[in-house]
């Protein structure tokens, strides 16, 4: 069974830095995109950024030269570097994989990580 797990969040100040990590694990499978979104209180999920096997790279313009993703595909992982963080920053931030799994494309989601940042 595959299964996306994420750590790293926690309460920062503004201004501060917080490194999410998720790691898909299993077997059976390949990984294709992966990439992070987040979800604020009575807000809809909202894409944040993603990054494709080979490597490219797409981010929500208001987070441009703040977040940074990279991917370790020896390990299964993806990393969110984020700085200079600011109370709208404030989310649970959800994993997502693209996978080739038994035969077919299917996207899998880990169980979200909360972020904090404080004023």
């Known amino acids: 069974q595959v299964q996306l797990v994420e750590s790293g969040g926690g309460l920062v100040q503004s201004g501060g830095s917080l490194r999410l990590s998720c790691v898909a694990s299993?077997?059976?499978?390949?990984?294709?995109?992966m990439g992070w979104f987040r979800q604020a209180p009575g807000k809809q999920r909202e894409f944040v950024a993603r990054?494709?096997?080979?490597?490219?790279?797409n981010y929500v313009d208001s987070m441009k030269g703040r977040f940074t993703i990279s991917r370790d595909n020896a390990k299964n992982t993806v990393n969110l570097q984020m700085n200079s963080l600011k109370p709208e920053d404030t989310a649970a931030y959800y994993c997502?994989?693209?996978?080739?799994?038994?035969?077919?494309?299917?996207?899998?989601w880990g169980q979200g990580t909360q972020v904090t940042v404080s004023s």
């Open positions: 997502h994989a693209n996978l080739w799994v038994l035969g077919a494309n299917r996207d899998y």
């Open positions: 299993g077997s059976g499978f390949s990984i294709n995109d």
């Open positions: 990054i494709t096997s080979g490597g490219s790279t």
